[in-house]
């Protein structure tokens, strides 16, 4: 038995495609602007769990990176996280106004099953009043901007830190 830690190669990082913050600045502040806007009045906790599940819908690894480091810096468990991607076989682990949110988050985000249907809009008024609704519908509008210029821009995942862009 040796005391020399093995030294574990992992592939390398990929080059973004480019720093589209900078190329387009204002709209950067805008987004960041409305992100700001659409967390108003929506628990921290919730809004990570909605940005997470949206992230992965989007398969979107530097939003997953930066989601899930806030979402544990805001007290969220890992267990919760890890299996948020098998929400439906894991009710257990998220309350009914979670569940509803997490349900409205995957129907805004991947539209192209449809509208989002109406059962899925109802189990969701039920649980959050017409502004947190509202605020809701537009934080899985925003994450779903974010993702869509991170992947298409293939930002780099694994160097964020909690709280970095806020």
Known sequence: ?????ERIEYAPEHTPRMQ?????PEVYKAMVRLDAAARQGLDPKLGELVKIRAS????????LDMHTKDALAAGESVERIVQLSA???SRHFYTEKE???IELTE??????DGFVPD??????AI?????????????????NAWNRFAVTTRMVPGHYTPGQHR
């Not at 038995?1 to 830690?5: C, F, K, N, R």
């Not at 589209?20 to 387009?24: D, I, L, S």
């Open 127 to 143: 649980h959050f009043d017409e502004t947190e609704l509202a605020q809701l519908i537009a934080a899985i509008a925003v994450i």
């Open 20 to 24: 589209w913050a900078k190329h387009a």
């Open 107 to 112: 129907a805004i985000t991947v539209l192209t």
């Open 56 to 63: 992965q819908l989007n398969h979107c690894a530097f939003c």
């Open 99 to 101: 569940v509803a949110a």
């Open 119 to 124: 059962e899925v809009y109802e189990r969701a």
């Open 87 to 89: 929400w439906e076989e």
């Open 1 to 5: 038995m040796t005391t020399t830690e």
